[in-house]
């Protein structure tokens, strides 16, 4: 009984943390966004959290997007990467589809914009190629 409650406590902190790190990405300070994008990325690459995530990805959703577009190389790299982890969690069911299909025009933009650092650029392709093999319905 104790070892499930424990563990239920585990996961709860987790919970916690990844729900702050999710409000940190609204934050003013750059540098507290690229944190709480390698904390998300971190923690999307090391288990799975598709309960908590499909209940949030619409937010999730909204600030990859803000800081995909108000983000400068580092910032939108990362974000990028979140969002391909974010879409392999979702998997190929409507919700992943949902994910991508918010963000495919912004990583084209990025993608094609001449200006973005190579490792936006890189990492939105990267974004765009597994979303669209993972979450896309659409065969074009």
Excluded: W
């Excluded at 994008?37 to 990859?64: H, I, Y």
């Excluded at 998997?91 to 994910?99: D, H, K, L, Q, R």
């Excluded at 990025?110 to 319905?137: E, F, K, N, V, W």
């Amino acid at each position: 009984g104790s070892e499930a409650a424990s563990e239920q406590g585990q996961e709860e902190e987790v919970e916690d943390r990844l729900k702050e790190h999710m409000d940190n990405l609204l934050d003013k300070s750059a540098k507290a966004r690229q944190a709480a994008l390698q904390s998300l990325r971190l923690a999307l690459s090391s288990r799975t959290l598709s309960e908590f995530l499909l209940e949030r990805r619409l937010t999730l959703t909204d600030s990859l997007e803000k800081c995909l577009k108000k983000g400068k190389g580092e910032e939108q790299a990362l974000a990028g990467t979140v969002l391909t982890l974010l879409c392999l969690q979702m998997g190929s069911g409507p919700e992943g589809e949902e994910v991508f299909c918010n963000l495919k025009p912004l990583l084209v933009s990025i993608l094609t914009d001449s200006t973005a650092s190579p490792s936006a650029r890189q990492s939105c392709a990267t974004a765009l190629g597994m979303c669209c093999y993972i979450a896309a319905a659409d065969l074009e």
